[in-house]
């Protein structure tokens, strides 16, 4: 079955500490996968997406994600974590034509990212 | 600029009622999608249409019902029979079918739903 999963439901960092949200998925058929962010009683906002070409993805305030076919993985990274960054993190993947969720996302259960001073 | 728009932002509602939240977009996408997210639970797909006229049931579909009789518009009734309809509710669309795959979803702010 085709799946999603984000190890770590709760992340906590310091702020100017790296911040890693992981994220991996299974199945045969190559994926597109999704970074969203969800800050208090919002809707969800794109961060990042990966599709084809260039495996390392830059998004919006300074996160990345690398897709890793042979880890099946694309964890987030930023280099460091600002107080704002604290929010709930999803990852999302569609598997185009050759999947059994054609033309819709499946959805990580989220972490949530607390940041300290 | 485009978008799509959820009314309203808070919504209360008595024991037994049906209530219906509003879902609008102007993003000229086929694809609308209505999830229930509860604290710990991620997102839960309750409908989805890939067409005007057209809608499938998604995971928790019971209890909840929608319409898509304009490609711009696509309401969600929660109804009397839902149990425990206390939750915020995202919308979100799409471009139909493939385009997902390299465009993904756009969201709606959400409605919070709380019965009282």
């Known amino acids: 079955a085709q799946s999603v999963t984000q190890l770590g439901s709760h992340v906590s960092v310091s702020e100017g500490a790296l911040v890693l949200l992981r994220c991996n998925y299974s199945?045969?058929?190559?994926?597109?996968l999704f970074w969203y962010v969800q800050y208090p009683n919002q809707g969800l906002q794109l961060l990042l997406k990966?599709?084809?070409?260039a495996t390392l993805v830059k998004g919006i305030n300074g996160f990345e994600a690398e897709f890793k076919k042979s880890e099946t993985s694309f964890h987030l990274t930023k280099p460091s974590a600002h107080m704002s960054d604290a929010a709930e993190y999803f990852c999302?993947?569609?598997w185009g034509a050759g999947g059994t969720s054609y033309g819709k996302l499946t959805f990580g259960q989220g972490t949530i990212l607390t940041v300290h001073p | 600029d485009g978008g799509i728009t959820q009314s309203p932002k808070y919504l209360f509602r008595k024991e037994g009622q049906n209530v219906t939240l509003s879902c609008e977009q102007n993003?000229?996408?086929?694809?609308m999608y209505w999830y229930r997210q509860d604290p710990g639970q991620g997102l839960r797909l309750i409908y989805y249409?890939?067409?005007?006229?057209?809608?499938q049931k998604g995971d928790i579909a019971e209890g909840y019902s929608v319409s898509r009789e304009k490609k711009e518009s696509f309401p969600l009734t929660v109804t009397s029979a839902q149990k425990n309809p206390t939750a915020f509710y995202l919308c979100?669309?799409?471009?139909?079918?493939?385009?997902?795959?390299?465009?993904?979803?756009?969201f709606g702010s959400g409605t919070r739903l709380t019965v009282v």
């Open positions: 979100a669309s799409s471009p139909r079918g493939v385009m997902t795959e390299t465009y993904g979803y756009t």
């Open positions: 993003l000229n996408h086929d694809a």
């Open positions: 249409s890939q067409i005007v006229n057209d809608f």
């Open positions: 199945s045969s058929v190559p994926p597109y």
């Open positions: 990966y599709t084809t070409g």
């Open positions: 999302a993947v569609t």
